[in-house]
């Protein structure tokens, strides 16, 4: 958790936005996912959403669903996204790690489990797409306990009391979802009504926002992040992975794919 907490304050104070990719652990191989979380911060990543390889992903569009299919097949189960992880920390120490994914992994593996096993591995926060906040606090709680942020998800469709809850509650950021829709569906993205919300949460929240769904470019991302304190690029960046095989071409692909991005957001 301290290393998001000290990503944000050194971004905030250079007057920087976030810029947060996520990719799929075991897509486009499991030899490619280290190389390329490195590839990504040597392009600008500032923190990595690293998604847990999940048979039931209702939240997300058929690009990551498609991802994590294929990463199941080749076995990328929680072991291994733990696995990736520490494998990343040997060369990295700085850059915020946060895992995406969906309760029932956690749930069977045990939530103190999980949570030390993460934190041990260098996992600095969880986004549990599927965990409702007003059921989070058992979880939340052994997540504080560890030192591991559990990122919360608001949406154009959350009610006020939701979101007064996940505005006092927030750690590490909160993850502002563009649109009410799975992921990858960027014909519905709305930069002009998602921006209002946007200045409203930071007004609220007591974690920086970010914003993502439907960010595929430098231009969509630059736009979101006028009023956002940064972006995630998720189904776009799994989509360009996808086209690739092995581990050089993926590193290739990622840094080609994000360095525009982070330029974008650099000029404002």
Known sequence: ???????????????????????????????????????????????????????????????????????????????????????????????????????????????????????????????????????????????????????????????EQRLDMLCSTAQGYLYYVSFAGVTGASNLLDTHAASDRLRQLRRRAGAPVVAGFGIKDAASAAAMAVDADGVVVGSALVAALAEVSDVRSARERAEAFLAPLRRALDQG
């Open 1 to 159: 958790m301290r290393r998001i907490d000290s990503c944000f304050a050194e971004l905030r104070a250079n007057g920087r936005k976030a810029l947060i990719p996520f990719i799929t652990a075991g897509d486009p191989s499991l030899e490619a996912t280290v190389p390329v979380m490195h590839a990504l911060v040597r392009a600008g990543a500032d923190v990595i959403e690293l998604g847990v390889p999940f048979s039931d992903p209702m939240a997300d569009g058929p690009t990551i669903q498609r991802s994590s299919e294929r990463a199941l097949a080749r076995g990328a189960g929680l072991a291994y996204v733990l696995e990736a992880v520490h494998e990343f920390r040997r060369e990295d120490a700085t850059t915020p790690v946060v895992l995406m994914g969906y309760l029932n992994p956690i749930e069977i593996h045990g939530t103190r489990r999980f949570a030390e096993a993460a934190v041990a591995a260098g996992v600095d926060g969880v986004l549990l797409v599927d965990l409702p906040p007003e059921e989070a606090g058992e979880t939340r709680t052994i997540f504080t306990e560890v030192g591991l942020a559990l990122i919360a998800l608001a949406s154009p469709t959350t009610s």
